[in-house]
């Protein structure tokens, strides 16, 4: 029996959770063109099909949600914004081989650091619709209880429906071998990694590495952590120093079953690294913190994006991951290109969650140092959020975000941007609610023709079929 037949076997005997929905809305702007100047209104029409899909067999689990953006906007914007998260796993031979599937669809700004506005309904023209899809077979074995073993090949196909962005694909192979259930106190591995990404032109980077890593548990609360490895890299770089030995040292402190705290420092090619996550999680609350250094791409960040949220800060799986509102461009990738960068990326978020409300914090901040140049892009962000139950039908929301954007080296640009929203939800059956939305945006730059204002309202009506 072919790996295909047994997954589309199991994919029909499996159990399956779907919901379907249709949101209907209109969506008013006082600044269509996001301009400083001469600003003009619009009045958009949009309606917004979408279904989630979630199967679990024995031996395979598919996840899907899908929605796509039709509007009345006209002239040359995009009249369909298609948005689509889909992962599915199959067991294609028991305990042995396997294979993880992947594919997204969402809208990114094709140059991130000028004015693209917070959704599709503008008519800047600084746009792209983002498909990624990978496919990724691996084969596991196990050696008794000394050592498991995992081989995987992962090919990522990434394209752009905006000719003026690059399409790329990668290969990625990596071999595994950890230790086994034997030993307790005392573990180790190794790991080999081998990616090579590709343009229309050709190559253009290829990352290699190979790391020892060590562990030992000292007592319930505390285990050490150490890796020993090289990397040999190729990639555009005005540096001759890609390469290298490298090394990291860290430990897991766990001092309940509620938190735990994983950090280390190390050092690599472009320097010495730090490294750390913390969470913990109460029964009402949930605070998480992470900081890492890592050498990365566009082509990377954006297919590892996330396009709905289908679970909560508090772990809960979210029914129905499509709100109603206008589709949000990602604001967290600073350039689409070929260009290899490191990438310092800490974030911080908590949640408190009440009766009838729920309070959200969340901060980020990324520092972003490319190789092939000079470029430095720092990125800033807070946000603050607040969601409470007014009565049995109507619940009402709050949210404030600030963001800073800034280039050095091959370019100097800042900016800063502020956006204040607020919405009112009235249930009006038991598959039907109307939502009425507002947002005020400020965005400062020292660019010519890169600040604006703009005031935007929607009602949406949604409908759970």
Same mark, same amino acid.
């Given at each position: ?39 003009? +209104? ?331 140049? +000079? ?91």
């Amino acid at each position: 029996m072919s790996g295909l037949t047994l997954f589309s076997f199991s994919a029909l005997a499996a159990e399956w959770n779907s919901t379907a929905s249709i949101n209907a809305s209109a969506v008013y702007t006082d600044n269509v063109n996001l301009v400083t100047t001469g600003k003009e +209104s619009d009045l958009t029409p949009t309606l917004t099909p979408s279904i989630s899909l979630h199967g679990k067999g024995a031996r395979a689990t598919v996840d899907l949600t899908a929605a796509a953006e039709f509007n009345g906007q006209g002239g040359g914007n995009d009249s369909v914004n298609p948005r689509l998260q889909a992962d599915a796993k199959a067991e294609l031979f028991e305990r042995v081989a396997f294979i993880d599937l992947n594919a997204t669809a969402t809208q990114n700004a094709i140059e991130p650091l000028a004015v693209s506005g917070s959704g599709n309904l503008n008519n800047r023209g600084n746009k792209t619709t983002t498909y990624s899809y990978k496919i990724s077979p691996y084969l596991k074995s196990r050696f008794k209880g000394l050592a498991d073993t995992e081989l995987r090949y992962t090919y990522n196909d990434l394209n752009h429906s905006e000719g003026s962005v690059g399409d790329t694909s990668s290969e990625t192979v990596n071999l595994s071998i950890t230790s086994g259930p034997d030993f307790k106190l005392f573990s180790w591995g190794v790991n080999a990694s081998n990616k090579v990404t590709d343009n229309e032109q050709g190559q253009v980077s290829e990352l290699s590495s190979a790391d020892f890593d060590l562990g030992y548990q000292l007592n319930r609360r505390w285990r050490v952590t150490g890796s020993i490895g090289t990397e040999s890299n190729d990639f555009n770089s005005v540096s001759t120093n890609r390469d290298g030995s490298r090394w990291d040292i860290g430990a897991v402190w766990t001092p309940n079953p509620r938190t735990v705290f994983d950090f280390g420092f190390g050092d690599r090619f472009f320097g010495s690294t730090k490294r750390f996550s913390f969470t913990h999680t109460g029964r009402r609350s949930t605070l998480t913190a992470s900081y890492s250094q890592d050498l990365t791409d566009s082509t990377t960040l954006l297919s590892d994006q996330v396009v709905f949220q289908v679970v909560d800060q508090f772990g809960q799986p979210i029914i129905n991951p499509v709100t109603g509102d206008p589709f949000l461009l990602a604001q967290n990738i600073s350039t689409i290109g070929n260009s290899t960068f490191v990438n310092d990326q800490l974030t911080v978020g908590y949640s408190l969650k009440g009766r009838r409300t729920t309070l959200s914090l969340n901060g980020n901040i990324s520092e972003q140092t490319y190789q092939d140049s +000079s470029r430095e892009v720092s990125q800033y962000g807070l946000g603050a959020s607040i969601n409470r139950q007014l009565s049995g039908k109507i619940s009402g929301d709050l949210g404030l975000n600030w963001s800073e954007s800034e280039e050095k080296g091959t370019a100097s640009t800042q900016s800063d941007t502020w956006r204040l929203s607020a919405g009112i939800n009235q249930e009006l059956g038991p598959k039907t609610n109307l939502r009425l939305n507002y947002s005020f945006t400020d965005r400062s730059s020292n660019q010519s023709g890169q600040s604006y204002e703009e005031n935007r309202l929607s009602l949406t009506l949604n409908h759970t079929l």
